[in-house]
């Protein structure tokens, strides 16, 4: 769907007159294209002082592989350790050099005065960040911590990164990972996800890398080999997942219902996977999910992204809209899941990655139905993720909640409310299909073992729930 204002700013006299107005100014984001560097530009590490070195140990040996242009602050002991690690770090000039990425290992920070180093770290570079940069600050879990005054620190990580994610506009990210004590080894797709262009529109997250195995995987093709099943595949975000698993390797059989069939056959046939036509909601869905996936010897991943919208105020709505989008959106992926596991048909290290929403979060005029199927995804995520945690066989189950997102169905939105729900984020614009599919082809990589649990919202820092 076309953004004119979008468009018109991009332009010279565009850029004026938005400046002179206070309106606001998108700028053009990075997006990932085949073949390309994971980080384009340079990287700056530091980290905060502290006995413990697995955070940034593990940081170093991502970059290492990423073969990135380190920089350090003007530490010069830092230089040495990542030499041993293979990485080349030079230190940066005061004032000269911009970065693409910035990365702070805060694992050590263990009360209020030591966030000081945070304010070290980043004040003198807060200028220094190019367009579609990205800031990745990691820490310990809170919730793991007993001492006061560290789970206090650890916990304020999430106001920094939150805020630094609204002040630095021009496309620039900011993300905050904690990561357990002992696995730190797990955080490398997660970094490479949040440093590169694919994690565009996704930003001011918190995310969680916990126990789990990440598994070996070729970079270039993750999910070589694998065999994904996509709900509502023939058009919008669906579309988008499917194409995206598919550049990343994978076999994807796109499901969707009978209506949608041509538009689906020609996204499978595009793709080279295969194609099941099914209502989710048939009492036999499960069924014929359970046979196509025998046929390629199990699911290594199920996306539970078909929805629909529905939207009346409560007063104003009838009872069948009411059941249509709590069954389709909530309770087909519950029934689902639960015979797909029953069956087998998900194999060892399977993920199940769901489609929630923002209004899942912060509730919607017009959206009671909407909201409360949404907002049950992510109760099934976190309830599902607890009995993975132990005893999954290695499965993992996560969750996106998308912003606005240009698509059919945000195209039905009237102007006015469409033209707000589109600028009232830190990137003052919509997010594209692909900038889903991309989080979601990270969530379902066998490298991402470690995530199990997560809501990350692809919103571009949207004020809706924020
Ligand atoms: P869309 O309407 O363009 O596509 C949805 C697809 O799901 C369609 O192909 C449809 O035929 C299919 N589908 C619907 N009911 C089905 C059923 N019973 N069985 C099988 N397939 C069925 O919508 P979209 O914008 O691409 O949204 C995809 C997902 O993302 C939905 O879950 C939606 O709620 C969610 N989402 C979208 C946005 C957005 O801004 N577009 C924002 C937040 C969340």
């Known amino acids: 769907m076309s953004d004119r204002y979008g468009d018109f700013i991009q332009s010279s006299i565009g850029k004026k007159v938005a400046k002179n107005l206070g309106l606001p100014l998108p700028v053009t984001l990075d997006r990932f294209e085949s073949g390309q560097r994971i980080v384009r530009g340079s990287v700056l590490i530091g980290s905060a002082a502290g006995e413990d070195n697995r955070v940034r140990e593990a940081v170093a040996h991502v970059l290492a592989d990423l073969h990135a242009e380190v920089y350090v602050s003007d530490d010069a002991t830092d ?210 999910i359970a046979a196509a996936a025998t046929k390629r010897g199990g699911l290594d991943a199920i996306v539970h992204n078909a929805g629909v919208i529905r939207d009346k105020t409560l007063a104003n709505m009838d009872e069948n809209k009411w059941d249509m989008v709590i069954n389709i959106n909530l309770a087909s992926i519950a029934t689902l899941n639960r015979y797909l596991l029953e069956q087998n048909s998900l194999n060892d290290n399977a993920r199940i990655v769901c489609v929630s929403s923002i209004a899942g979060i912060a509730g919607n005029n017009g959206q009671t139905n909407y909201a409360t199927s949404k907002a049950g995804v992510i109760g099934l995520v976190d309830a599902t993720a607890k009995q993975f945690a132990t005893g999954g066989a290695g499965m993992t189950i996560n969750a996106v909640a998308p912003g606005f997102i240009e698509t059919e169905m945000t195209a039905s939105i009237p102007f006015a409310i469409r033209e707000a729900g589109r600028r009232m984020n830190s990137m003052s614009q919509g997010g594209l299909p692909i900038d889903v599919a991309e989080t979601i082809a990270w969530m379902a990589s066998p490298a991402s073992g470690g995530l199990n649990g997560n809501i990350v919202r692809v919103c571009g820092q949207n004020l809706l729930g924020a």
């Open 79 to 288: 230089t040495e350790a990542l030499n041993e690690i293979g990485v080349d770090a030079k230190v940066a000039s005061s004032t000269e050099d911009k970065f693409k990425v910035l990365v702070f290992d805060a694992s050590n920070i263990s009360n209020a005065a030591e966030l000081k180093q945070m304010y070290e770290f980043f004040h003198p570079v807060a200028r220094r960040v190019e367009q579609s940069g990205r800031v990745i600050v990691i820490g310990r879990p809170p919730e793991d911590i007993t001492d006061i005054d560290t789970a206090l620190a650890q916990r304020s990580l999430e106001g920094f990164v939150r805020s630094v994610a609204k002040e630095f506009k021009r496309g620039i990210t900011a993300q905050l990972v904690y990561v357990g004590e002992g696995n730190e080894k797990n955080l490398d797709s997660t970094l490479r996800f949040f440093s590169s262009a694919r994690s565009a529109y996704v930003s001011g997250q918190v995310v969680r890398v916990k126990a789990g195995e990440a598994i070996d995987v070729d970079w270039n093709q993750p999910l070589a080999g694998k065999t994904m099943l996509v709900t509502g595949a023939s058009r919008g975000i669906g579309e988008a997942i499917a194409r995206v698993l598919a550049r990343d390797g994978a076999h994807v059989i796109c499901l969707d219902v009978p209506q949608q069939q041509s538009d689906l056959q020609k996204v499978a046939g595009e793709i080279s996977g295969s194609v099941l036509t099914v209502d989710i909601t048939a009492e036999d869905a499960g069924k014929q």
